[in-house]
């Protein structure tokens, strides 16, 4: 094939646009075809070096193979495969393979959430195409002298413009900033392209996957971007950090990052280097879109190095009057018409349906009662709650049963929103509550004095249980005594456990509580280099114990010891060899702790059958009696069995009800926490998906944390 001049042109941009540097050609050329790129074509700049490259492989007849290497190699760029498919008569037929099962299922939990997010925003009620202005002066591109690019001025674009004709143009390219106001539609605008991206990657399986990542979540200033999209990947859709770390690098995902301006005011312009740093290294993304409130995004000093930059415009008055002729909400249409003030608060999409929603509850005397924005704003959000707690609804969380009144709903909805702020989450999941959510020193002495007695009650009346088990069924004491003996270690367990209560209680009094962080556990790993450690340090700690027994008078054989030394040791070492793995994709309320409960009742039978197995053959040798044997070796294995479940699949779920139950009893949670959530989507002041909760916008949230937390 030898191309025409018009051809070769389109070519060298695209594969400019494709291989931005000198370095990724050569990879690519050296990778995909064995060649060495000086050798081929020379030095000099990036553009003379794909000149020359070009006209080489046409002359000598490999200019197919250099097309096929390049798509092969950054399969996601658009201009390369627009380019490739008009010039290769074979391009429909290049190898072009399925999207493996990993990236399918991300896919799959992305295309869940976008359309969850969608179907429940408020937003999405005002059904207009949102006025777009181009802004490139707000990104500082590498490559641009601040002369060409840095004055050049904005301008609108066409009303019928989509959010993905301005990603996919030639200036943008997929790396766009989306700036608006609160309650613009920048987020549902980062929604429906995220939609349309999703679309596009499951008709080309090689195209990147669009993943929605919220920046509130980046905690750490010394975190690289890329480190926190692979934290992220395991946190938000259980991905393995491998896995996700293979994607990150190949550059196969297109991370969509709202919430620029929901990190703290001090880490904001922080966030801002860190994500220039990333689109400056090896690992960039070939796609970033990046969405954050316009004037907290004016007052950073540094830009974000992307190609090209939208505003979302307010709402004009003919289409905010449309829109109510539309729903016939002509008694809220004389209202603002009547006040300028209310018309232009109402020139955004958010709080335009909440003015639609709460209309009925609007005065027009209050309403003019206010003479700063601010206020009317909190008059507006306050109308609408009101109103959101008073509607009639039917309730499918709260189905055949009495719902909270709208005072103790309001009361809840504070404390959550409050405790979300505190901590700069725009995501809640019912799993991930932690005692640092007990402020006062009251709340965490009683959650340590709790947790020490609930779980040194339980170890110490296991381990005492299994010791009489195997003690007497060696021994071959009668049915009776066996569990006449089982009922007092288990009164002995409670004993010994309670002071282990006190002495937490007292531990509080004096020194900075215990907080450890609750993990739900959804699948459990094996490892046996911790077993195999913890085994041979226990064996040595329990035989040196036995060997000082000895001298002491207490034991009299050793020898009789061994297998007690080695059953225990097998203990210790079997619940420090399992490895606690957190849960993955969340797709019910409160799974992480529901599946961590069904995991500590499969640890526990497996170890069960085990033991019981071990225990029989152990006590058989040494009882003629079957029937003693088979019993003390059942009821011990059960012992067994608890005490390596409840230590590590069960811990968690011990930690997230003695925290639930003190959450419940301050009056901050209902006892049903999930179902009131759900009621609280019913309402119309969340959004669900899967397990993870969040306010229906920030505005909301934000409105919600500065109320008073008041019991009457």
């Known amino acids: 094939m030898k191309l025409s001049g018009q051809q070769r042109k389109k070519l060298i941009d695209a594969l400019i646009d494709a291989f931005p540097t000198k370095s990724s050609l050569e990879q690519m050329l050296s990778l995909g075809l064995d060649k060495n790129l000086d050798v081929v074509a020379g030095g000099g700049n990036l553009e003379v070096v794909v000149f020359n490259l070009i006209k080489v492989a046409n002359s000598q007849g490999w200019i197919d193979q250099l097309i096929d290497a390049a798509c092969k190699e950054n399969p996601g760029n658009l201009k390369l495969q627009g380019v490739a498919k008009e010039l290769l008569s074979n391009y429909n037929s290049i190898a072009n393979p399925a999207r493996p099962k990993n990236e399918q299922i991300l896919l799959a939990a992305v295309k869940e959430e976008v359309t969850a997010r969608l179907r429940q925003s408020l937003h999405n009620a005002v059904l207009i195409n949102l006025g777009k202005e181009s802004q490139p002066q707000q990104v500082k591109r590498p490559w641009d002298a601040e002369i060409k690019i840095g004055l050049k001025p904005a301008e609108p674009l066409p009303i019928a413009t ?23 539609g920048k987020t549902t605008t980062q929604l429906e392209l995220a939609q349309a991206l999703v679309s596009r990657a499951q008709e080309q399986p090689d195209y990147p996957v669009p993943v929605l990542f919220n920046l509130s979540s980046w905690k750490d200033d010394r975190q690289s971007v890329t480190d926190w999209l692979v934290t992220e990947l395991k946190s938000k859709y259980g991905v393995s950090k491998k896995l996700g770390q293979q994607w990150v690098n190949n550059r196969q995902l297109i991370p969509l990052l709202d919430g620029l301006d929901e990190l703290e005011p001090q880490r904001q312009e922080g966030c801002v280097q860190a994500i220039n740093q990333f689109l400056a290294s090896e690992t960039k993304s070939l796609y970033l879109v990046v969405c954050s409130r316009i004037e907290e995004y004016n007052s950073y000093a540094t830009q974000l190095q992307l190609k090209g930059a939208i505003l979302l415009q307010p709402l004009n008055n003919n289409q905010i009057f449309d829109y109510l002729t539309s729903i016939n909400s002509i008694a809220l249409c004389s209202t603002i018409s009547n006040d300028l003030d209310l018309l232009e608060l109402v020139k955004t999409p958010l709080l335009l349906s909440i003015s639609v929603l709460a209309s009925q509850e609007i005065s027009v005397a209050e309403w003019q009662q206010f003479n700063s924005t601010e206020d009317r704003l909190k008059y507006l959000l306050s109308t609408y709650i009101k109103r959101m707690l008073t509607r009639e609804i039917n309730s499918r969380a709260y189905f055949g049963s009495k719902y909270p009144n709208a005072q103790q709903t309001q009361l809840w909805l504070i404390w959550l929103a409050q405790q979300m702020q505190q901590e700069s989450k725009t995501e809640f999941l019912i799993e991930k509550i932690q005692p640092n959510l007990l402020k006062s020193k009251f709340g965490n002495w009683l959650y340590n004095s709790l947790l020490w007695g609930v779980v040194m009650t339980l170890m110490v009346a ?251």
Not at 175 to 181: E, M, R, T, V
Not at 541 to 569: A, K, M, Q, R
Not at 666 to 682: G, H, K, M, Q, S
Request: proline letters at 3%; aromatic letters at 14%.
């Open 462 to 712: 296991l381990v005492l249980g299994l010791a009489v088990c195997v003690l007497y069924g060696l021994f071959g004491v009668n049915i009776e005594k066996l569990v006449n003996k089982l009922i007092a270690a288990l009164l002995g367990g409670l004993t010994v456990g309670l002071p282990f209560g006190l002495i937490g209680l007292f531990t509080g009094l004096f020194f900075k509580p215990i907080k450890n962080k609750i993990i739900p556990v959804e699948n459990v790993v094996f490892s046996w280099n911790k077993f195999l450690s913890r085994l041979i340090i226990s064996l040595l700690i329990i035989f040196c114990s036995e060997l000082i027994f000895y001298i002491f008078g207490i034991v009299n054989n050793v020898i009789n010891e061994i297998p007690f030394c080695i059953f225990f040791s097998l203990v210790i070492g079997l619940i420090n060899g399992i490895n606690q793995v957190e849960i993955k994709n969340k797709t019910i309320s409160n799974e992480g702790i529901w599946q961590s409960i069904q995991n500590s009742i499969i640890l526990s039978l497996r170890a069960w059958l085990i033991a019981t197995t071990l225990l029989f053959i152990i006590q058989y040798n040494n009882n003629i009696n079957l029937n003693k044997v088979l019993i003390s070796s059942v009821i011990g294995g059960l012992f067994f069995g608890l005490l390596i479940g409840i230590p590590t699949s069960g811990m968690p779920v011990i930690q997230h009800f003695i925290l639930r139950i003190i959450l419940w009893f301050n009056a901050y949670i209902p006892w049903n926490y999930a179902r009131f959530l759900d009621y609280c989507t019913e309402r119309l002041f969340l959004q669900r998906v899967g397990g993870r909760y969040r306010f229906v916008h920030k505005l909301l949230q934000d409105h919600f944390a500065q109320m008073e937390f008041r019991r009457d």
């Open 162 to 184: 989509t959010i993905l004709e301005v990603f996919d143009s030639e200036e943008i390219t997929g790396k766009l900033l989306i700036l608006g106001a609160p309650g613009a």
